[in-house]
């Protein structure tokens, strides 16, 4: 695949982007990885059109609670649960429950590998001085085998990526709550230490920071019926680029952007049926110089404004991404029976140029005393696109 240059990745695929990241790096290192081949085969049948290569580490961009995964993806202005410290750690300021939930998902089961989610978060209160999170991220990359470019047999080898970090989110008045996090990154490939010709593979290491905002009202009445809106605003995955092999050349992080609203009613004056409607808009915020190397951190935060050009199909030759056509849009809605039972829909959508995803969403959830499940599922527009028919489970435990 070719390299792209000033480029934005807006497709947060995990395969699409980590399946080029790979290629990229055997193409660095001349190692011929059979699996890893096969699987991009599959790729360029299935999503031709997926942007791909402008980020590494593209599993931080996977939404991790089967919640928001049923509401479309849009949960930056929610943000009510110990997920906050994916979607918003500003909603941890509103929180005063112990929580911790952990989210499963076998990863792209329409291919049958043996790829796996896991993600385990929580969140703890202190009084008079915030809440706070802490989340493990694991993604199971599968074992491979290696091969010299003579096609010789190297070995087998376990690839995964991983993140650990901690949020903080604190009140600056009632209604306004600010959020901070950062996460150690690492990104295990290929085996360390191999070596071909002057070149050597090693796993990629990297720090990320978040920094968000959420506005929640007071409540109001509508007819007799309590209601309220929520604004969030969210950057993630801000540092350094990763690197993967001994020379200078890295590739950014998923920096990203998101903006968002909630509006929440009741829909009896008792409170027993419950209803919200979300919507988010997201946007990395990655680019690449002239030379396809990665921008700073600043520089892409400022440059990623304006249209840019890609190759969407290699040898198709390049088109324009106008900034409208770069944000990524969910919606979802959210049904609740006394706080016991749920219903949960949404919609996804990336422009045709700019990633060409677009699905629907379904979930549910249950709520027991101190402990609650959801479920979320994946309905692809298009045929046989590798995230069709994903299931997220969580599970969430109140201490």
Not at 164 to 171: I, L
Not at 281 to 286: G, L, Q, Y
Not at 338 to 348: D, K, S, V
């Amino acid at each position: 695949m070719k390299k792209l240059n000033d480029s934005s990745l807006s497709d947060n695929d995990y395969f699409t982007s980590e399946i080029a990241s790979k290629e990229n790096l055997m193409q660095k290192l001349k190692i011929s990885i059979s699996v890893l081949a096969t699987t991009l085969l599959l790729l360029i049948g299935f999503n031709a059109k997926a942007q791909v290569g402008i980020t590494a580490v593209p599993f931080l961009q996977i939404e991790p609670d089967s919640r928001m995964a049923g509401m479309g993806n849009a949960g930056v202005a929610i943000a009510d649960n110990a997920a906050a410290v994916f979607w918003n750690p500003a909603g941890l300021a509103f929180q005063t429950d112990t929580q911790i939930s952990i989210t499963h998902a076998d990863w792209l089961p329409n291919f049958n590998t043996d790829l796996f989610y896991d993600y385990l978060v929580g969140a703890y209160h202190l009084d008079g001085i915030g809440t706070i999170g802490g989340h493990v991220t694991f993604l199971n990359l599968g074992e491979q085998e290696y091969r010299d470019e003579n096609n010789n047999f190297l070995g087998r080898f376990t690839s995964y990526e991983l993140a650990v970090g901690a949020s903080y989110g604190f009140k600056l008045t009632p209604n306004w709550g600010i959020g901070l996090g950062t996460r150690f990154i690492y990104s295990s490939l290929v085996p360390r230490g191999t070596t071909v010709g002057e070149q050597e593979a090693q796993n990629g290491v990297s720090v990320g920071f978040d920094v968000a905002a959420l506005y929640r009202t007071n409540p109001f009445y509508v007819g007799g019926r309590a209601a309220e809106v929520s604004a969030g605003f969210n950057l993630s995955n801000i540092g350094p680029a990763i690197q993967y092999n001994d020379e200078a050349q890295s590739d950014p992080l998923p920096t990203l952007l998101r903006l968002g609203w909630s509006y929440k009613m009741d829909l009896d004056v008792d409170g027993n049926n419950t209803l919200t409607f979300s919507n988010d808009f997201s946007k990395i915020m990655a680019r690449r110089d002239a030379d396809g190397e990665a921008m700073s951190v600043g520089e892409a935060l400022f440059r990623s404004w304006d249209t840019y050009q890609w190759e969407p199909v290699q040898g198709a030759g390049l088109v324009d991404v106008p900034l409208a056509e770069q944000f990524m849009i969910g919606v979802g809605m959210e049904y609740w029976y006394t706080n016991l039972f749920a219903l949960r829909a949404g919609y996804f959508y990336e422009a045709p140029n700019n990633g060409n995803r677009e699905f629907l969403t379904f979930g549910a959830g249950l709520r027991y005393s101190f402990f609650g499940v959801d479920f979320s599922y994946i309905y692809t527009i298009e045929e046989e696109h590798p995230l069709g028919n994903t299931i997220r489970l969580s599970a969430l435990i109140n201490l």
